[in-house]
């Protein structure tokens, strides 16, 4: 490491125009480190990036297969093919030319492509134009756009809590 004099040489001195950089700087001993003992070496390390949290986003590219499972927490977003189930509690969207043959579980799921397979207790489920589900769905809400297409048992707008009927009041008749 080059430590250079702020001061111009007695030599620069004269001139017009000195050159603080041209003479290095004189070390003088201190208490803690004699001038012998080399400065200490500084870290030049890179910062370390940064992971994705729970906001941030996973996806699966559309040239990618992947059989498995997904579970956790964040949103999820595919483009390609996926064979298993889904279970996170963030959102789920699948792209339009994605592949999914599985069950689904997700806060809100979004549909642009295929998939197979049931979505369990979601918040919201928006099939958009050209998505297809071929399953049983049961949401908060649904939004079917025109084009999409459907086959299987819709349930939606029902809390489960409502939806049970509570002893005492069913009357007899």
């Known amino acids: ?20 950089a041209a003479a290095p700087l004189e070390r003088t001993p201190s208490p803690e ?14 910062p370390t990036p940064k992971l994705a949290t729970e906001g941030g986003e996973s996806v699966i590219a559309a040239n ?17 093919r996926f064979k298993g189930d889904v279970r996170i509690d963030g959102n ?3 792209e339009s030319g994605a592949q999914l043959t599985g069950q689904v579980a997700a806060g809100i799921v ?3 492509g295929e998939l197979q397979g049931n979505i369990e207790s979601a918040k919201r ?3 958009l134009e050209g998505g297809v589900v071929v399953g049983d769905v049961k949401a908060g809400s649904i939004t079917v756009a025109a084009g999409s297409r459907m086959r299987g048992h819709v349930e939606f707008g029902w809390d489960d809590e ?3 009927i509570k002893p005492g009041l069913v009357s007899s008749g």
Request: glycine share 10%; charged share 20%; hydrophobic share 40%.
């Open 110 to 112: 979004v549909v642009g």
């Open 1 to 20: 490491m080059a430590l250079w004099k702020e001061s111009p040489s007695p030599a620069a001195a004269g001139s017009p125009v000195s050159n603080p």
């Open 33 to 46: 480190r004699p001038i012998s003992e080399p400065a200490p070496a500084v870290s030049a390390r890179r």
């Open 92 to 94: 789920f969207t699948i």
């Open 162 to 164: 409502k939806a049970k």
């Open 125 to 127: 489920v928006d099939v």
């Open 64 to 80: 990618i297969t992947i059989e498995g499972k997904i579970e956790g927490s964040g949103n999820v977003r595919i483009a390609g």
